[in-house]
């Protein structure tokens, strides 16, 4: 029987052609590759990633083997609770789902609850006002989206072309997410991949060194 291409089969899976790779300007890159790596590790299929949902009534409503295909094709940012739900059967915690959610939201443009608003210049918060873990982290984001909100893939290959040091794609990710905070040096290896030099590295050694002195307390 022929299926068209992006229906699902009985298993759950898209057929017609096999799942196309994630295009690094898409819009939710990073928190779509974060849930096609747990749904790999899991082994599972959309249609039994369904099933989980609804037996175990982790999403109300419940998940369609659609609706959780869609969640990880990174073109658009899904709703909370779908990926909540993916990250849940597939082995990951409510907590660490919400907070991925929260930092793609972040990057694409939305309001906390999901709602996409104009994008409108915001104030930076100058390197010298860093005081707090979380002062650092929005320093961080705004240096990136300053330059032109680069893939974590191009960050880590322009940190080395640079001479930078490493910028592991997936050690970036949770830093981003809030789940750690930098190293020193991983920090100015980032910054230097988003185009900072000269003073402003000292600048950004020295919020470091405030954030970390107060995150340490």
Known sequence: MHHASGSLDIQGEVVGRSRTSIPQSAQCYELAQWLRSLRQRSGLTYRQMAERTEELRIADPACSAVTLSRADRGTFLPRRHVVEAYAQVCGATRREARLRWEQAARQSGHT??????????????KLELVYQPAHLLEAMHQARLAAGQPSLREMERKARDLGAGPLPRSTVADILAGFRMP???????????CGQHGRRIALWRNAWARAFSADAA
């Open 112 to 125: 906390p609850d999901g709602r996409e608003v104009a994008s409108a210049p915001r104030a930076r918060r």
């Open 183 to 193: 190293s020193e040096e991983l920090l100015v290896a980032y910054v230097q991949a």
